[in-house]
Every structure is written in C-alpha cells, then in structure tokens.
C-alpha cells in the first residue's frame, strides 16, 4: 500500500534527535531581504518566525512557508526554507493541499487582510469550518499596501484612501468574530507592537492540533501610519491582554471580547479541540484499508475490474 | 441490422429467427424510468459474450423526469460509433415514440409500451410495430405497488427474447447489480425479468441471433469514459485531488472520493473551483502528482492558478469533460469548443500540454500518460474529453493491472543542491524537489508565480523572463519531438483525408470504411497530442488533395474549428478546411460523409 496520508515519509537519519539539535541560526534561515519599507511592522513578524523557527528547533527541511499575494505575502523569499508564492487569495485551498497530504510538515501561511478577507475570504471560511490542520497568521494593516492605498475589507469606517478619497463607507469585516463564526479552533490576535506576545501566540498557534487563525495587526507607516497608536503604549495607547478569567472554549464569551471597540483585547479568544479533516480523512482511509489488508495496490484495482467484466 | 445470412425481417408472416452480425437498440423514456440500466446490462452482456459495444445515452438537465435516450450498438465484428439510425426503437411514451420514430431505419421495428403510446396509423407501413402493454403487465408481474418500477426489466426480458441472449448470463449481472440489497428487490427483478422474455410477441416479429464474435485476446471489461479516467488515474498512481461538483465532471470526482482511501490517499470536495486547482496543485507541490477536474465554467474559474503551475512548472493533471458552452451553456450536451481554452487559456505565454483520448480504452491509458508527461516535464497536462466519452460505455481488453499499476511515490532523499528553475538543463526540463527534501547547500527553493531567477526568487530582469519563458516553451517543444507520428487509417494517399479528435474517431472512421466501400478515395487521422502536436504530419498532409478537420465546435470568423486553426497556424495549407457543427449531440456517419461531399464539390475556399 502507497504511503501517502497515513505514514509519514522517513525522517532522515543523519538528523540529530531534538535534545541534541540546535535551532537553526537566523542567519541559516534568512533569506532575499525583505522588499517591505523600513518600518513596516511586517518586519517584525518576520524576526519572530525566525525566532520560532529556532527556538523550537524546526528540522530545516520540514517547514514549509506558503503565501497568496500582497506586500506581507512576500514572506516566503524572505524565508531560507521550502516555500510557496501562490495566486491571490487562494494561499489557503493550496496550504491544504499540502497538509492534507504530508502530516510531517509544519505548514504556515502568512497573508494580509485583502488576500484573507476579500479575494480569498471564502476559502477563510472554508477552510476554518473544515478545520485543516495550519497555522495561518494575517498581518491585518487595514490597507491595501502593494497597490498603494485602496479600502481594505479591514479598513475603518471613514478611512480616507485612493478608492474612497471621502472615507470608506463599507461596513469593516471584524477578523475575530469572522474566524470565530466560520468555526476556526484557534483564534488569536496580537499585534507587532509587541514582539513578546506574537511568539507566545505563534508558538500556542503552531502547538495547536488544528486551524489556527492568528490577526497580527501590522502597521503600514506608508498609506496608514498611526492606525493601531492606541493599541501601542509606546504611543500613548494600552495593550490589554486577554482578561486571565476568559474561558477560551467559550464560544459566546469569544464571540463578545471580539465585539469590543478598538483597541479592544490581545490573546487567544477562542480554543477547541474538535477533531481536524486530516485526521477524519486519515479515519476514512484507515476503515477502507482495513478490508483491503495484505493487498497490493494493483489487487485493490483488480478488484474493481472484475466487477466490471 | 446488417444481418449475416438473410435478406430484411419479412413482414407480417411467420416468425423466423434470423443470424445477425450486429443491431443497434435505442431505448426512449424518461429520465426515471431506469433506461439507462437497461442499456449497462446490454452492454455489459455483450462485453462479456466478446462482442463489440458502444452506447449513446442523452440525459436531460433536470433533476428529475424529461426524456431521455440510451442507444446501445452492439456486435460480433468492430463496432466504431453508436450507430447513425436505431434497428429497434423500444418507446416508453408517446414523446418517445413520436420524438425517436425518425431516428428508426426505414422497415425497422418499433416496440412500444401500449399501455402509454397510441401507435399513428399513417406510420405502420414504415416501421414493424408490436405494442406490448408493458406498465400493465409489469405489474401484474410483481405486484400492484411497484407502479411502474421495473418495467425497464420487462423489457430487457422483451428484447433479451428478440435477440436470443444468454439468459443465465443476464440474470448474473441482475444479481450483481442488485446485490446485498433486500432479497425481495432481486425476485422483484428477475420477475419483471422473466415476464418480459416469456412474453409471447407472436408471429408479427422474428427473432434475431448474434453470429459467434471473434475470439479476443483475453477478457473484457465493460466502463464508461469517466470510469476509465478515474482508474487510469488510480493506477498511474494518483493519490490525491480536489474538485467541485459539475455535471459531466463530477463521475470521476465521486470515484475518486469513493476510492482514493483504499489506497491510502483521498480526494477533498472543496468550497469552488478555484480552491479544486489551488488544493491539487498544493497536493503536487507536497511531491505526488494530483488531479483536479471540471466541466465548462469550472474550467474557465481555473485559468488563473493553471497559470501559476505552467510558471512554477508545477506537475498537476486537470480533467476537462467539455459540455456545450459558452457560459453555462448546454450542460449535458457534447461539444469541443475547449480546444483553445484548453491550449491557451489565461494571460501571458502560459504553455501546457493537452491530450485527448478517442475513445474508452484510451481514457484509462491516457489518464496514465497525462500523469507520466506531468511528472517528467513538471507541467500541468489538460485531459481533454467530452460529455459523450464521458458516458459512452464500451468493452475493451482488460489491462494487465499488475504491469500497468505504477509507484509514484516522492523520493525525499537529500539533495545536494537544487535550482528548480535552472536553466543549463537541457530542453529546459527541470523537476520539482517536494518539501521535506533536506537541501545540503542551505538553499531552498521558492515556488513561484513571479518572473523569477534558478531558484526562484522573484526578478524584474528583461534578460531572465526571455529565458525563462523560452525555458518553460522549449520543454514542450522537446516533449513534441518525442511524440509518435500518428498512424493514417486508409490508403497513405488520395483525395481527402479526415482529420479528428477526441470522442468522433469511431465515426470517422466508420465513414472511411463506408466511402471506401463504395470507391470514395477517403482517408483518415486521428490526434491523440493536440498541445504540442507531434512533429510530421505536413508529410501525411501532403499525401492528400483535401485535408479536412472535423469538430464538434463552431466554424468561427474565419471558417475554421478550433483544431482546424490551430493546424492552419502551423501549417499554412489552404487545403485545410473544417467539417464543424453544434448541435449538441455526436457525429452520424452520414452527416460526416455529406458534409465532406459538399466541401470537397465547393473546391478550396478563397480566404
């Protein structure tokens, strides 16, 4: 029998086991530098999935970066690493692909609010309801960057841009309660003001046996400087963590904590354990190879041919 | 009915049995009544007594109820297309009677269900009638609540009696059919069954015997078009794909999902089109080629990630079952007017391959080939087949699964270095290094859909997108070169020569065979690599005085189908013409041969 879904592929054995292994260097895990303008917080999400990278001492050849289109989509160049730059909005459906058939890799995504809750937004929800096991991190910047200043789906009421010179009038999408309500089981927010809080989310993030949706607000200093100030202490704001009494598995109290106004609360609003599509697959496969056991591929095959005959 | 031994069924007098050598059965109804079902056990039978067959069956877009059709041609010698006009029309209805009379031979019989079809009295003398209250006597067979379910059994008993098949083999395939249900639907259907073929026709109708087939190398089996692919693909070693439900796609979909986890794989429904290609290409780029597929728009929604897996050069094979488009267009009618989205589809120089099977048998095989091209030339390969492949049943030489049966499995050995877009590699033919392939040198590679440098990191250079987009051409080139030239069926010269693709080379060779036999110079060639073409075939063009492409597709602006252009383009010969038309439904001999007599009477068109 081929070994695909359930048998992961043999790890090398020149690999030290992890005890003995170091994490792997930035400069071992760095790559193009990134295209993005200087202090663009998207550089600091970056910094920290390196550190992430060696703090948990990820074999080099199993992490796989994936991203659709936009200035924080460039990640994966950035990355010295097995990486992907897909079409616009369908990083999700492509992630999938792989973690549905290659339970050895750690797959994260990492995309902006346009690629995640506009162009792709049903492939969010999809995606989150089907609960593929992924990391995906949004570096939500409430602006379309690449393209140089139009409404984002994340944009404010009243946002001035090149698409709505008068303010926006759309209805922003809110990232939390869209993640909540699609049945992510995993949903937290942070922010890159705050390079502490963003490992400890990616870390509990990639921990997770599941979906797991982080919002990263990420500011734009070229088309929407200023916009998370009120979230960054630094700048006069206040970062508030989640409070220690929220329960995570709470779907309601989650639901509530995502409705609060800006800058509202940092952490993880809402966790479960619901079984993932990789492993009910891995189930349905596991049932329908029990009543084919011992054969060989081309047996299972024959089987078919001589009903047909 | 081209019968063996007698001259036409005699009307009126005494029942006889006549030797025939094949017949063709077209069964009217409605979309509930199980037509279909009578058809697969005609064509299974004859699959399994080493006959010939091919079926024909139209279904209606509705849900439920509106005509339909099966057409089964079934025979001892080669049997090529499903038959221009039916020997038995067997009428359900009076629409079926009425709307399918004509598509009967002139002294062909008509058997009809009298309990719903009032025969015209101006068409008697035509067409032999034998009205049998079928619905009433169904129920009187198995009992007044089974209304009018079973009656497609009666008359498989009806006809089973007709043509003198072998009943215990019939009832073989009842039983398989009906296995593990409730016993009593089995007695239920061996009853109607029986009641049809004990049922006396009397003497207005002979009864016709099948002359022994030739003895086949080996065993059959009996699929459809949809099926083939499906297990071809299963056993180029496919493990894994994604789709969305779209009539006449979805078959292979539900094959897949129904039996990828025997094998350790599965096939994922996804939430759109576009999300089927993204989650396949996913499933290639994590190292074992994948399947996606659709029909008509869901083709169209996939021209964009179709174009990031020609720029990342990413191995991925895409099904196209074509229907009528544009749009929505004709759903459950056959056309080949994908030719060009197929070949061309989405912006920029995006080059892939297409390849068309021509028949069943070609389905299971090409699936394999479409999978072999994908991986040795990391390209995405369009399997381009149509609404009347896809549920044309026919019997064909089974495979020798265990030689055929391949391991595709990614080999995650570490390589020392890789550059997945190098351009030293000769033809440009480079392969992908799935992740999970520890890189000695520390340097990963980036798959993209940006212009990009080796390794794939994105650039703006002028100088790399010339050698990049030559590299991503140059491979298709080589994979052209390596093709066979395809074999002409008919004399290698003479006056006109039939070229198609896809679904209508039965026909077309069947209207060789019938131009020949009546002196016509007519020559035929069929082309199974449409993207790229093999190299040669301006010699075999050369041979004739007319070269004219026949396509189920429109004639477009400037009189040509969409093959018919694409060989203009390449070959420049005026002499190329197109045989085209959109009717929606296949090639009838006939027409074929009609339109190929005015072309050639009108001369060479002036352009």
């Known amino acids: 029998m081929s070994e695909t879904l359930i048998a992961k592929p043999a790890v090398s054995t020149t690999t030290p086991p992890e005890g003995e292994r170091k994490g792997l260097t930035k400069k071992e895990i760095a790559a193009d530098h990134p295209t993005w303008c200087p202090g663009c917080g998207d550089f600091s999400v970056l910094a920290l999935y390196f550190k992430l990278i060696e703090k948990r001492k ?86 379309y960057g690449l393209t140089k200043k139009q409404t984002s789906p994340t944009s404010p009421l009243g946002f001035k841009s090149k698409t709505d010179p008068w303010g926006a009038v759309d209805y922003p999408i809110n990232p939390m309660k869209q993640a909540i309500a699609a049945g992510a089981t995993f949903v937290a927010r942070t922010t890159h003001t705050n390079p502490n809080h963003v490992l400890q989310m990616m870390e509990a993030a990639m921990d997770h046996d599941g979906f797991s949706f982080i919002e990263c607000l990420s500011e734009c200093v070229e088309f929407y400087e200023g916009a998370f100030d009120s979230s960054n202490p630094r700048k006069g704001g206040v970062f508030n963590e989640i409070p220690k009494n929220h329960d995570v ?49 081309w047996q299972i095959l024959q089987k078919n041919f001589d009903r047909m005959k | 009915m081209s019968n063996a031994t007698t001259g036409a069924p005699s009307s009126g007098g005494a029942s006889k049995v006549s030797s025939i050598n094949e017949v063709v059965i077209r069964i009217a109804g409605n979309s509930q009544d199980g037509i279909q079902a009578i058809g697969g056990f005609l064509a299974r039978l004859a699959g399994r007594s080493e006959q010939e067959v091919m079926t024909f069956m139209t279904i209606p877009a509705t849900i439920s109820g509106g005509a339909s059709i099966f057409q089964v041609r079934m025979g001892s010698g080669e049997v090529l297309s499903s038959g221009d006009d039916a020997d038995i029309l067997l009428a359900f209805y009076q629409h079926s009677y009425e709307d399918h009379l004509g598509s009967l031979k002139k002294g062909g019989i008509v058997l009809y269900d009298s309990d719903h079809v009032q025969p015209k009295p101006e068409l008697q003398g035509d067409y032999h009638h034998a009205g ?5 006597l169904t129920v009187e067979a198995i009992g007044g609540t089974a209304k009018d379910k079973g009656k497609n059994l009666y008359a498989l008993g009806l006809i089973a009696k007709m043509f003198d098949l072998n009943v215990p083999k019939l009832e073989k395939l009842l039983g398989e059919r009906f296995t593990g249900k409730d016993p009593s639907i089995l007695n239920n259907a061996l009853a109607a069954f029986h009641a049809g073929y004990s049922h006396s026709l009397g003497n207005i109708l002979e009864t016709f015997k099948f ?104 191995p991925l094979v895409i099904i196209d079952v074509q229907r009528g488009g544009p749009s929505t267009g004709m759903p459950t009618n056959i056309e080949q007017s994908d030719l060009n989205i197929a070949i061309n589809g989405g912006h920029g120089d995006s080059p892939r391959v297409v390849i068309a099977p021509a028949n069943v048998e070609d389905c299971f095989y090409m699936a394999i080939e479409a999978v072999n091209i994908a991986r040795k030339y990391s390209v995405p390969v369009i399997l381009l087949t149509d609404q009347g492949i896809a549920t044309r049943i026919e019997a064909f030489v089974e495979p020798k699964l265990e030689q055929v049966c391949q391991d595709i499995s990614p080999d995650f050995s570490p390589v020392a270095d890789h550059k997945p877009y190098d351009l030293a590699t000769k033809d440009g033919i480079t392969t992908h290094v799935p992740p999970g392939t520890k890189i000695l040198s520390g340097k990963y590679p980036i798959a993209t859909g940006l212009e990009h ?83 040669g075939l301006e010699n075999i063009f050369a041979g004739y005085n007319h070269v004219l492409v026949v396509e189920m597709n429109d004639e477009g602006l400037y009189g040509f189908g969409q093959l018919g252009q694409v060989l203009r383009a390449r070959y420049c010969d005026p002499k190329i013409q197109g045989i085209n038309k959109t009717d929606g439904l296949t090639w009838k001999v006939k027409e074929i041969l009609e339109r190929a007599k005015t072309n050639v009477a009108a001369g060479l068109r002036k352009i």
């Open chain 2, 453 to 535: 440098d080796e390794l794939g990191h994105p650039t703006g250079s002028p100088k790399l997108h010339m050698l990049m987009t030559a590299k991503r051409r140059k491979k298709l080139q080589a994979l052209g070169a390596s093709l066979p030239v395809p074999k002409v069926y008919g004399p290698p010269e003479g006056n006109v020569l039939l070229v198609g693709w896809g679904s209508t080379e039965g026909p077309i060779k069947e209207a060789v065979d019938r131009a020949r036999a009546v002196g016509d110079s007519v020559s035929s060639l069929h082309l199974r690599h449409l993207n790229p073409l093999p190299n």
């Open chain 2, 211 to 314: 002359v022994d087939a030739k003895k086949k190398d080996g065993t059959q089996v009996v699929m459809n078009g949809n099926e083939a692919i499906g297990y071809g693909l299963i056993a180029a070693g496919v493990r894994f794909g994604a789709g969305y439900p779209i009539t006449p796609w979805s078959d292979i979909m539900e094959l897949l999902r129904r039996e990828l986890p025997k094998y350790g794989g599965t096939f994922i429904q996804t939430e759109d089109e576009i999300a089927a290609i993204s989650m396949a290409i996913g499933g290639s780029y994590a190292g074992r080629v994948a399947v996606t597929g659709s029909s008509g728009p869901g083709i169209s929604l996939k021209t964009e990630a179709l174009g990031w897996a020609v720029m990342a050069e990413m």
């Open chain 2, 132 to 136: 049998v209250p079928i619905s009433g």
């Open chain 1, 249 to 297: 598995t709470d779907e309601l109290a989650a639901y509530k904590l995502a409705g609060e106004p800006f800058p509202g609360h940092f952490g993880i609003f809402y966790k479960s354990n619901k079984p993932t599509k990789n492993a009910k697959e891995a189930e349905i496969s596991k049932s329908l190879q029990s009543k084919v056991t011992g054969l060989k591929d």
């Open chain 1, 58 to 143: 990820m074999l080099h050849e199993k992490i796989t970066t994936i991203a659709g289109i936009g200035c924080s989509s460039r990640f994966p160049y950035f990355v010295q690493a097995h990486g992907a730059h897909f079409i616009h909005g369908r990083a999700l459906p492509f992630a999938s692909g792989i973690s549905l058939s290659r339970p050895d890799l750690h797959v994260f995504v990492f995309g902006g609010d346009g690629d995640a809750f506009s162009i792709g937004g049903n492939h969010f929800n999809h995606t989150a309801r089907k609960n593929v096991k992924m990391t995906y991190c949004v570096m939500d910047n409430w602006v």
